[in-house]
Structure formats: C-alpha cells, structure tokens
C-alpha cells in the first residue's frame, strides 16, 4: 500500500514581530540564517530515513516569513527534499510577505506552484496598528505580480482587529477575493504573551464585541460567495479546485511530517514537536535525531479530534467511514448529543454537519462530544 504525507518546514525568521502574533519567529541574522539551513537539511537527510517508503505529495514553507531566505538557501532546502525524499507532488506552498522581495519567476522554477501571501487587510491605518512592514499599495502590486507567475494564488486576511470597522473589512475583502482563487480568512486570537494583549489590557485599543465580529465574518462570507469563492473550512474560501491540498490534510487528520524549529507533525498515533529554540535546534534538537517532543494520541482523543475537526468542514462528519476508522455505531453513541443538537445540525445521507449558517458555533458543538 502506497503511503503518502505532507510536509511542512518552518522557516523561522522574520522582518519583524506583528503584534498579535505568538508564532515562533526571529529576527534576521546572516549567520543565524546560514546555521539554520544547513542544520535544516540535515533534518531533512534523517527525518527521510526515518519516513522510508513514504512519497511526499504536499510541501508546505511556513513561518515565519519564508519569503525572507535568499534563494540560494531556498534552493539547497527544496535540493535536499527531492534529494531525500520521494516525492510526487501534488501541491507545493510558499507563505510570502508582501514586504519581501519576491522572485516569483525564480519560485516557480524551484517547483513551486502556491503563493500564500499574508495580506491581512487592505487598510493602511490597521496595517501599521498590527505591525504589518507593507502598506495596502505594496500588498496589491504583490498580488498581481503574484498572478503573472501563478494560477494558485491565497491571500491571509484577518477580522476582528483592533478598530477595524465593517467598512473595512467589506473592502478588503471585496478586492482580495476578486483577484485571488483562495483567501484564509483568520478570527483575531490573542495569547496573553503578544504585544497586542498589552496593549489592549493598558487601553490603547479595543477589540470589536461577538456581534460586531460575527457580522464581520458574515458579510466577508456573502462578498466570497458573490465572486465565487465557496467555503471548504471555516476560515477557508476558494474556487473550486483550488482548496488547499496540504491544510485539508490537517483538517481530515492526515498524516504530515513536520521538520524546522517549532514544527509539528502527525504520523500514526503519534503527535510530535520541535522544540522553538533556534540554538538548540542548530544544536541538533530536531525529529530526524528523535530529540523532539512527542504524544501518544489515545483512542478516546483520536475519536474527539475527529469530531473536532470535521466540523469545521461543511461536509461534517461522514458516518460510515467514521464508525469504520473507530470501530463505534457514531450515532448510537452520541445519540444524547445528536438529540440535543438537532436544531444546528444537518443528516444528509451519509453525513452530519453544521448547519451553514451556524458554522461559527463549531468549538461549542465540538465540546458536547468530549464526554
């Protein structure tokens, strides 16, 4: 039997830190840069020995801020993972900063076929609030730029943003999605550690209310719609075909290697980490020496994170695959959560979902089923 996984690497470095990020990211450093490349590529080298037989069909470069590696570096890391690996790909994503100088041409030689590009908004005031390098002008000429080399071209927006209005996300969204074919669409989360929560605890901003944010998202959705981008995941919009092959992965709990400082991965039973510590990484800290930190996933959490994470997909659970991959009668044993749900929730032949208009209620459905 043929197994196949995606493959993620992080590339940890930044031109600087936005203010409502909590990713594992640092400042450019030549040499830093250098260390970290070559010690990536010896990840590469063992983490393939260790996934002997798979074909890699997905490649993922986060952050981050990939777009910052000179493309020499770029190249030797994309070198070793055909190199090393085999691989068949189906789809192969670059996450790119509009403030970065981008070759695309010089990307699509690599073999790269998806740009995501981190616009977040198209309003040069919330741009600067949140710590963006690009204004909304830079962020434009990008993306055209972007779609001379590329079919596969995604665009990050956020909402819920301190101050921002409907005005603002109506524009914004209206533009990006009638130049893009996907647009991830992300829900202002703050951890307490990021810039921005300061911030907003000292008063300098407020955040938007429930109501206002899930108008925020509502009238995004419609304007998707209307330029033809459907929603496959709940941040998620494109044309179809042009879904993200590697996120689904996630979402439908497929297997992915992950490899770079503070990179995750899912192989078997079995959820792994690399430490986010760039020395101790360079050091040798990583997946391919078995030094990162691993989880045995049990049943009762595989069952749980399978719920989880269909619901986040308009297709929902599909019933018989999931009594087959659990060995369970789904709506037997969660007959008292169907019952109590049953006025958010669709059957439809083989499968039960959210209903559409309810999909922002997903971690409160997903929560009914962790008893």
């Not at 307490?192 to 008063?203: D, H, L, P, R, T």
């Not at 369970?328 to 749900?341: G, N, R």
């Amino acid at each position: 039997m043929k197994t196949t996984r995606g493959l993620y690497v992080h590339i940890p470095f930044c031109l600087s830190k936005c203010t409502y990020c909590d990713f594992y990211s640092v400042a450019i450093d030549t040499n830093l840069i250098d260390s970290y490349v070559d010690a990536l590529v010896k990840e590469i080298e063992l983490a393939s020995i260790k996934n002997n037989g798979v074909t890699i069909d997905t490649i993922y470069f986060g952050g981050g801020t990939p777009s910052v590696l000179p493309l020499s570096h770029l190249e030797k890391i994309i070198a070793s993972i055909y190199k090393n690996f085999k691989v068949d790909i189906k789809e192969f994503t670059i996450e790119a900063n509009p403030a970065s100088k981008i070759d695309f041409a010089e990307y699509r030689n690599f073999g790269i076929d998806r740009i995501s590009l981190g616009v977040q908004s198209l309003d040069d005031r919330l741009l600067k609030i949140i710590g963006r390098k690009h204004n909304s002008s830079i962020a434009l000429n990008s993306i055209d730029e972007a779609n001379k080399y590329f079919d596969k071209v995604s665009c990050d927006l956020m909402i819920g943003l301190p101050t921002q209005t409907l005005e603002q996300v109506e524009y914004s969204a209206n533009v990006i999605s009638s130049k893009v074919k996907h647009v991830s669409m992300y829900m202002l989360k703050l951890s307490n550690e990021v810039k921005m929560a300061e911030q907003i605890s000292k008063g300098i901003f407020s955040l938007p209310d429930d109501d206002t944010f899930v108008d925020f998202y509502e009238e995004a959705y419609s304007i998707f719609k209307r330029n033809g981008l459907s929603r496959y995941e709940i941040s998620n919009f494109s044309i179809s075909g042009y879904e993200s092959l590697h996120n689904l992965k996630y979402w439908n709990r497929e297997e992915y290697i992950g490899l770079g400082a503070s990179a995750h991965g899912f192989i078997g039973n079995i959820r792994y980490y690399i430490l986010s510590n760039l020395k101790e990484y360079i050091s040798g800290i990583n997946y391919g020496n078995g030094k990162e930190i691993s989880e045995i996933i049990d049943y009762k959490t595989a069952l749980f994170e399978k719920i989880m994470l269909a619901f986040r997909l308009p297709s929902g659970i599909d019933i018989e695959a999931f009594n087959k991959e659990f060995n369970v009668d789904f709506e037997y044993i969660f007959s008292s959560q169907l019952k109590k749900l049953k006025p958010i929730l669709v059957k439809d032949n083989n499968h039960i979902f959210i209903k559409e208009d309810k999909l922002l209620l997903e971690s409160a459905v997903a929560r009914e089923f962790l008893e």
